[in-house]
């Protein structure tokens, strides 16, 4: 699978696993709401860190709720990193690989749900960076990526992310192994 995009079928599997496991306030997961994967827009392509989809609105409102909650913490100037993007939140539970939901506000688009009502969509953008610290992901994450031409490696998500959640006595376990 590997030479024939593994890695960004892994980092959807760790994505969809981490996020399955986060309980917004409003008793559901991110998950929980309207997805719709972007396959074929260059401008959203999909990558070994991260994919686009549109989702269900309602969701930012849950998420900023968990802010307050304390569950996340708001990325300020989201652009930055993120061309288009407007507002990003990263989940605070573990020292390493936590979710981060970026949205693009400005991309919305209305899509039937799933008992056929219309629902209000916006471009999310899932992730999960090495570190919570804001420098580290910067200085050990970002600029060598820069210098590398290289992304975050779902691989070592995967690794980090399963130690973190043992550690916290919770289970990682995406729809993959790994071998040596």
């Not at 690989?97 to 919305?108: A, I, P």
């Not at 209000?120 to 970002?142: N, R």
């Amino acid at each position: 699978m590997e030479q024939s995009g593994g890695l960004v079928l892994a980092s959807m599997l760790n994505l969809f696993t981490a996020m399955s496991r986060i309980t917004l306030p409003s008793a559901k997961s991110p998950l929980d709401y309207c997805w719709q994967p972007i396959w074929d827009d260059p401008q959203f392509a999909m990558a070994q860190d991260r994919f686009f989809a549109y989702g269900d609105q309602a969701l930012i409102g849950d998420v900023v709720k968990a802010a307050a909650m304390g569950a996340f913490a708001e990325e300020k100037d989201p652009g930055i990193f993120d061309p288009g993007a407007t507002l990003s939140y990263k989940q605070t539970q573990f020292d390493v690989t936590n979710v981060q939901l970026t949205f693009h506000q400005g991309n919305v688009k209305t899509l039937p749900g799933p008992d056929g009502s219309s629902v209000d969509c916006v471009i999310v953008e899932p992730d999960m960076d090495y570190y919570k610290d804001l420098l580290a992901h910067f200085l050990l994450e970002v600029v060598p990526n820069e210098f590398t031409g290289g992304r975050t490696d779902p691989r070592v998500v995967y690794v980090l992310r399963w130690m973190a959640g043992k550690q916290a006595g919770s289970d990682f376990n995406p729809l993959y192994t790994m071998t040596a």
